[in-house]
């Protein structure tokens, strides 16, 4: 069974930063691609960014673009989040999420495609 587990979320104040990461416990993690999504109260998932399994290929939300960067190290199983310049509408939980199907140089923004979810790691930006 894969796992997931994310930590670094945590209380910023606007303006601030944030490096999230998630671990995966599966044996070919290079060969799969990874996405982050948030979910606010009261509003449905949305696709925040994703990679290949290579690294080579990226994909970011509009709303996030030039301020949050994804990146993976495939020898440590990891997928990072570095959010910077946050907002207070970045203030959800987010979750990191692994794509079975994928080879390693492609990635979907769907939610409905990934195989794996993590338990989720709140991020609070105060204005």
């Known amino acids: 069974q894969v796992q997931l587990v994310e930590s670094g979320g945590g209380l910023v104040q606007a303006g601030g930063s944030l490096r999230l990461s998630c671990i995966a416990s599966v044996g070919t993690f290079r060969y799969y691609a990874a996405g982050w999504f948030r979910q606010a109260p009261g509003k449905e998932r949305e696709f925040v960014a994703a990679i290949s399994g290579s690294g080579a290929s990226t994909g970011y939300a509009d709303s996030v673009k030039g301020r949050f960067t994804i990146s993976r190290d495939n020898a440590k199983n990891t997928v990072y989040l570095q959010m910077n310049s946050l907002k207070a509408e970045d203030t959800a939980v987010y979750y990191c999420?692994?794509?079975?199907?994928?080879?390693?140089?492609?990635?979907?923004?769907?939610?409905?495609?990934?195989?794996?979810w993590g338990q989720g790691t709140q991020v609070t930006v105060s204005s």
């Open positions: 999420a692994l794509d079975l199907k994928t080879g390693g140089y492609t990635y979907t923004e769907r939610p409905d495609e990934y195989d794996y």
